[in-house]
């Protein structure tokens, strides 16, 4: 399968401050890990800045424009909330980060490529539309599903998440629009205390909460008994995958026991949902995974995936 792998050395600028764990060194470990022989066959491309009209989709005008205008000097840092703080190249990052999901969209819908992997950050699936939160500006995954409606004629898309921690703000953008489907599995309860089963939109919000503890064989279950089923029940149009990697054992901000083995395995199974529904469509972007030796693996597990699926 040909993968686009989108990027942008502006992420790397994002700095919200000495052992912060959404650090640089987060997507440092994630390229060097796809510089690997295996992944010679990426397609590789800058990633550009979003547009006002792209962003406007999801955000207010207001909160974008206060967004883009925090730009602290160098060295100096803005706190918007105890977790999420913004540096002289936040911005700029956040919006590399939203333009590689739209263009990862572009290029997948225009059957230029198969699917598309964005190792970009700031993450996106704790921003609400008028709220940043959880190391999160803008709400990228709501951005590439809302950009697929408007540009590309594409009516029902799904976002599927499988970060540790439930994506509040990619389900506030949609819990009133059936048009979406949100699926999630993460640890519960946990941050940010949202994602409970009985969250359920206008029928198309599906959150299936794991206790802390649970293990690779559990993630599989959730994914194989309910979710994956509920998807294909859905039929997207295109499958916007949140592939956070703080599920993984070695995660330090939770306790579950996932493995690369089972993000292999998922992401294995998505494409396959994407190729009986829409052509294999699939564009997938980093959101978070916090030890740097896992977050590598496991990514590395999951793009080679994309690749072989
Ligand atoms: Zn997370």
Redesign the pocket.
Same mark, same amino acid.
């Given at each position: 399968m040909s993968v686009l792998l989108l990027s942008h050395h502006a992420c790397l600028a994002h700095d919200p401050g000495e052992g912060h764990p959404e650090c640089p060194d987060r997507l440092r470990a994630v390229l060097r890990a796809l510089e690997a022989e295996e992944f010679a066959g990426l397609i590789r491309d800058d990633a550009p800045r979003a547009t006002q009209e792209q962003l406007l989709r999801v955000h207010p005008q207001n909160y974008i424009e206060a967004i883009l205008g925090i730009r602290p000097a160098p060295g100096d840092r803005v706190a918007l909330d105890g977790d999420t703080i913004m540096s002289h190249g936040s911005a700029e990052a956040a919006l590399r980060a939203a333009g590689a999901a739209v263009v990862g969209v572009d290029a997948v819908c225009r059957g230029e490529v198969q699917r598309a992997f964005c190792a970009t950050r700031p993450p996106g699936h704790h921003a609400e539309p008028g709220r940043p939160m959880g190391f999160c500006l803008f709400a990228n995954a709501a951005i590439a599903a809302r950009h697929a409606q408007a540009a590309h004629g594409v009516r029902r898309v799904a976002v599927v998440d499988f =970060?540790?921690?439930h994506g509040n703000g990619t389900q506030a953008c949609f819990e009133a629009d059936a048009d979406v489907f949100y699926a999630s599995s993460h640890q519960f309860p946990c941050y940010p205390g949202t994602g409970a089963a009985h969250e359920t939109g206008v029928g198309n919000i599906l959150n299936v909460p794991l206790p802390p503890g649970a293990d690779g064989a559990a993630f599989r279950t959730a994914w194989r008994d309910h979710l994956l089923p509920a998807l294909d029940r859905f039929a997207p149009g295109l499958l916007v995958i949140s592939a $956070?990697f =703080?599920a993984h054992a070695r995660d330090p901000l939770a306790q579950l026991r996932v493995r690369e083995a089972d993000f292999a395995w998922l992401t294995t199974e998505l494409c396959r949902v994407a190729e009986r529904h829409c052509g294999g469509k699939v564009v997938s972007l980093l959101? $978070?995974g916090y030890d740097l030796e896992a977050l590598a693996s496991s990514t590395a597990a999951h793009v080679r995936a994309l690749m072989r699926a």
């Amino acid at each position: 399968m040909s993968v686009l792998l989108l990027s942008h050395h502006a992420c790397l600028a994002h700095d919200p401050g000495e052992g912060h764990p959404e650090c640089p060194d987060r997507l440092r470990a994630v390229l060097r890990a796809l510089e690997a022989e295996e992944f010679a066959g990426l397609i590789r491309d800058d990633a550009p800045r979003a547009t006002q009209e792209q962003l406007l989709r999801v955000h207010p005008q207001n909160y974008i424009e206060a967004i883009l205008g925090i730009r602290p000097a160098p060295g100096d840092r803005v706190a918007l909330d105890g977790d999420t703080i913004m540096s002289h190249g936040s911005a700029e990052a956040a919006l590399r980060a939203a333009g590689a999901a739209v263009v990862g969209v572009d290029a997948v819908c225009r059957g230029e490529v198969q699917r598309a992997f964005c190792a970009t950050r700031p993450p996106g699936h704790h921003a609400e539309p008028g709220r940043p939160m959880g190391f999160c500006l803008f709400a990228n995954a709501a951005i590439a599903a809302r950009h697929a409606q408007a540009a590309h004629g594409v009516r029902r898309v799904a976002v599927v998440d499988f =970060d540790v921690h439930h994506g509040n703000g990619t389900q506030a953008c949609f819990e009133a629009d059936a048009d979406v489907f949100y699926a999630s599995s993460h640890q519960f309860p946990c941050y940010p205390g949202t994602g409970a089963a009985h969250e359920t939109g206008v029928g198309n919000i599906l959150n299936v909460p794991l206790p802390p503890g649970a293990d690779g064989a559990a993630f599989r279950t959730a994914w194989r008994d309910h979710l994956l089923p509920a998807l294909d029940r859905f039929a997207p149009g295109l499958l916007v995958i949140s592939a $956070g990697f =703080d599920a993984h054992a070695r995660d330090p901000l939770a306790q579950l026991r996932v493995r690369e083995a089972d993000f292999a395995w998922l992401t294995t199974e998505l494409c396959r949902v994407a190729e009986r529904h829409c052509g294999g469509k699939v564009v997938s972007l980093l959101e $978070g995974g916090y030890d740097l030796e896992a977050l590598a693996s496991s990514t590395a597990a999951h793009v080679r995936a994309l690749m072989r699926a």
